[in-house]
């Protein structure tokens, strides 16, 4: 059961149908989509080394090229790992080093320092621009046959950092990204050749998970010509291209909301806004409805089992006339289709309604487990349930509402900063004693990062040398915002640093 299939469907069913745009320009339809995938797959194989369930990874913002690639990979038997393109270079050598990728198709902003970071840390992946003449000669290749893969083969490695600091490789099978397009149909919305879908998000995230269940049924995939989001061509999109849908962290929804064009904006063409990946403020979700209409969605999951534990669907965001509409629109809603979700205690007692205890989830989307590393995922998959490491509690009629995180995860901009990672590296300075890095409420971006610092006793630290340090080792999003200098961190008898009192000292300065 190749995930490919799907592509190969809709191309047989609709040929002529626009698949894919860059900005106004149509670069394929779905005949044409289909026979550069096969093409493309062939070279793929063709290149020396490359055997069956090898890993290929993009370090790419979006375009073209991508989708291309996703879908060559997978009709070649290859498993994709697609990655933030706003990593560090050090960053994407670990990952590819982790994983063991034999090749990494990198996008011509980030393959200068890419390929020097990896010929600094001896890692032997082949590299390629997806814009060179190296990429067009593979993509010319003789086309190969579909080859077969196992529902258990692994098809996607999402990466997600964790509290050790090292990011981890969440093992989607080819089971699990079909599981998670037949939930789209069921949850979210009934595609067709007459929608679109705006990749204005990162492919390497939800968008281009969610690009699954699109394809499948002949939806446009249109990439901004910025390959970003940017508010004003977002709103000239939506005014191209019909029946759009789109996903958004909920820092980009509040940035088209105060945008003057949302007074211009032709909502009534929007399908489906999704928006995830980051808390979103009663208020901001208020200013959303009123301006867009009851086009939202939300959904919460993470890069564990994608997009898919609980989700509010477009008829409980309109649902004004019930007596608990704001309590609603406060959690992240109810299971998915086919998703158990418990509320457990440490010993995975499931807990009354109201009470706050860990959420885990079974389904299969759920991954298969962390890339080699038996460790983390015997800790986070136990007797088929998945420990997300989110803290929250059910109402009465099953919605789940977030309360904490457990991982201390801060989301900024929708992307997730692990402290730990950070704390490591300003650690690595000489006159750091210790380190607490902490999340503070920010307007626009939801949350910024915050570190707190203790220097040696009689050691002076300067901000602009850690400023240094962590953009040395770090992709530049996950350097604090702001240090502040104590004398002691807060701890408890057990020795464990007090983030809580951290944040609290943050809120009340």
Not at 55 to 79: D, Q, S, T
Not at 291 to 320: C, M
Not at 399 to 412: E, P
Request: overall charge negative; hydrophobic content about 40%; aromatic content about 8%.
């Amino acid at each position: 059961m190749n995930i490919a299939s799907l592509l190969h469907g809709t191309a047989r069913c609709f040929p002529d149908a626009p698949a894919l745009s860059f900005g106004d320009v149509l670069v394929h339809r779905y005949r044409g989509l289909q026979e550069r995938a096969v093409r493309l797959a062939g070279g793929l194989r063709a290149l020396p080394g490359i055997a069956a369930g090898d890993r290929i990874a993009f370090a790419m913002k979006n375009a073209p090229e991508y989708v291309e690639l996703m879908w060559a990979a997978w009709h070649a038997g290859l498993c994709i790992v697609p990655m933030n393109a706003k990593l560090h270079p050090k960053e994407f050598a670990y990952i590819l080093q982790n994983c063991g990728v034999k090749v990494c198709f990198a996008t011509p902003d980030l393959t200068e320092a890419l390929a020097e970071e990896l010929r600094s840390a001896d890692v032997s992946a082949r590299l390629i621009d997806s814009e060179s003449a190296e990429y067009r000669t593979l993509a010319s290749h003789a086309p190969i046959e579909m080859q077969p893969a196992l529902p258990e083969q692994p098809a996607w490695l999402f990466y997600t950092s964790g509290t050790t600091g090292r990011p981890k490789g969440a093992t989607l099978t080819h089971r699990s990204l079909l599981a998670m397009t037949l939930r789209y149909y069921a949850d979210v919305d009934a595609v067709g050749t007459s929608d679109s879908m705006i990749h204005a998000a990162p492919l390497s995230h939800a968008s281009g998970l969610y690009s699954l269940p699109h394809i499948a049924k002949g939806s446009h995939q249109v990439i901004p010509a910025s390959q970003g989001f940017d508010p004003d061509e977002l709103f000239a999109l939506i005014d191209r291209y019909d029946n759009a849908t789109f996903f958004t962290a909920p820092t980009m929804i509040t940035r088209m909301v105060n945008h003057p064009g949302i007074r211009n904006a032709r909502v009534e063409r929007i399908r489906t806004v999704f928006y995830g990946g980051a808390p979103m403020y009663l208020e901001n979700l208020k200013s959303a409805l009123a301006a867009f209409g009851p086009r939202l969605w939300q959904g919460y999951g993470q890069g564990e089992t994608p997009n898919t534990i609980t989700y509010v669907s477009k008829a409980l965001h309109a649902d004004t006339g019930h007596p608990r509409y704001e309590q609603r629109l406060a959690s992240v809603g109810v299971a998915r289709t086919g998703v158990e979700v418990r509320i457990v205690d440490d010993e995975g007692r499931d807990l009354p309604v109201g009470e706050i205890g860990e959420i885990i989830c079974r389904s299969d989307v759920t991954m298969i487990g962390y890339w080699n590393n038996p460790e983390a995922t015997a800790k986070s998959l136990r007797d088929g349930w998945l420990w997300t490491g989110d803290m929250g509690t059910f109402d009465e009629d099953g919605f789940l509402t977030l309360k904490d995180r457990s991982k201390d995860v801060i989301i900024s901009g929708g992307s997730n900063i692990y402290p730990r990672e950070v704390e490591e590296v300003l650690l690595q300075h000489p006159d750091v004693l210790e380190v607490s890095v902490v999340g503070r409420h920010h307007p626009d971006w939801g949350e910024e990062v915050i570190a707190f610092v203790v220097p040696k006793p009689g050691r002076t630290v300067r901000d602009d040398a850690l400023d240094a340090l962590c953009l040395e080792n770090i992709a530049r999003f996950k350097r604090p915002k702001q240090y502040l200098y104590i004398d002691e961190l807060p701890k408890n008898s057990y020795g464990k640093v007090l983030k809580t009192e951290l944040r609290t000292r943050l809120t009340s300065a």
